[in-house]
């Protein structure tokens, strides 16, 4: 998938808001921030520019795709004797399929059983069932200064009160094991004065086994299941299209989630986890995984040398994994402006705002994806446009 191809999907990934675009002639006005509509309008730019090179979106390598295996997978789900991949299937999901799940929780340490997982249609369900359980009249949840973007629009459609400052909430919103957009692992220290709080929990585990040190470390599961809601999905790891992802809740609100989970859709598709449930049964997921770590850390490495050689003072904290680097720049130019400026010299990035709760604009940041660009080349060439730019705007 081409450059170009890439900036065109980058709304249905969930991790852009929209909003309406500035022209690079309109004036730098100071502070001005990103609105609804503005953000459609910049990635639409960016997809009508020829050659553009996209670091925004949050999307998985598209040269990583198994699709010769997934391929083989579906045609061998299709065969099935009764075809239960083309037919309806329980609200839960596929039984092998949330055994396989049960078994890869267990070996990270929590006590998890194949009935304590529900299936869903990507992670982005598995919060919202979750956000659904702790949300009460005018519900606070924490989350971290910079937080996933969808998580904080679906938070707020639920009327729930998004805090970032360390004040009383009513339960959390976190990704311990690999945060979005950091990269970095929850300390020590953090899990331990989270878990003290005895508030639920929602665990965005979506970039945990993409820690580029190895495999996926004990997730907050193990420690409160009595209270944590834990997330997971396959569109990190194997592809988004398929859709799915999981949620463990406590067992004392399963039945509850179940409802909630049966009302919305009666169930994820039957399909897709057909064709999972057939590739994780014939392929090596282990190896995959260990493929793809070492295919991000090298990707991360080359952004972290491009981004020290063009743009020396920009700072930023080499991602422990997953799929960007979130970069603080030298000086506070329009967001904005510096983004329209930004793609039209031919490189995109996601605006810093569009991972605050706040939606502030200062101190001035951006999320620069390394995982999705055409070639390695790529990358160099794209912080070499965005160093153009800078040089220009700030």
């Known amino acids: ?202 665990e965005d585990d979506a970039y945990a086994d993409l820690g580029f040190d190895g495999a996926a470390p004990r997730p907050l599961l193990a420690e409160a299941p009595d209270r944590v809601f834990h997330v997971g999905t396959f569109s990190k790891t194997l592809c988004p299209g398929l859709r799915v992802g999981w949620l463990v809740p406590p067992r004392a609100l399963r039945a509850d989630v179940l409802k909630l989970k049966q009302a919305a859709d009666l169930q994820a598709a039957s399909l897709p986890q057909a064709i999972l449930e057939d590739y994780l049964r014939n392929e090596d997921f282990d190896q995959r995984l260990v493929r793809l770590r070492e295919f991000y850390a090298r990707r991360a490495a080359r952004m972290e040398l491009a981004l020290r050689r063009y743009l020396p003072r920009w700072r930023f904290e080499p991602p422990a994994g997953g799929f960007a680097i979130w970069v603080e720049p030298d000086a506070e130019p329009n967001e904005a402006f510096f983004l329209a400026a930004a793609i039209e010299h031919g490189v995109a990035f996601d605006p810093g705002s569009l991972f605050r709760a706040s939606g502030a604009v200062r101190p001035f940041a951006l999320r620069l994806c390394y995982s999705s660009v055409a070639r390695d080349e790529d990358l160099d060439e794209g912080v070499r446009r965005l160093a153009r730019c800078w040089s220009e705007v700030a």
């Open 1 to 202: 998938m081409d450059a170009t191809a890439l900036a065109r999907n980058l709304p249905p990934s969930s991790e852009t808001r929209r909003s309406q675009a500035p022209t690079p002639s309109e004036p730098p006005r100071s502070g001005q921030r990103l609105g609804v509509g503005r953000f459609d309008l910049l990635t639409r730019r960016a997809a009508e520019t020829p050659g553009l090179i996209s670091f925004a979106g949050g999307l998985p390598a598209p040269g990583e795709f198994p699709r010769t295996k997934l391929g083989a997978s579906f045609v061998r789900a299709l065969q099935a004797p009764s075809c239960p991949a083309l037919q309806y299937g329980w609200p839960e999901g596929d039984e092998d399929l949330r055994s396989w799940i049960a078994g890869q929780l267990r070996r990270r340490g929590a006590n998890v059983a194949r009935d304590d997982i529900i299936v869903t249609s990507g992670a982005q369900q598995a919060v919202s069932l979750a956000a659904q359980m702790v949300r009460g009249p005018r519900a606070r949840i924490g989350v971290d200064p910079e937080s996933y973007p969808g998580a904080l629009d679906l938070f707020r459609s639920l009327g729930m009160s998004v805090v970032d400052d360390g004040s009383h909430v009513d339960a959390y919103y976190l990704m311990p094991a690999i945060s979005n957009p950091r990269g970095r692992r929850l300390s020590a220290h953090e899990r331990a004065k989270v878990l003290s709080t005895l508030r639920p929990i929602i």
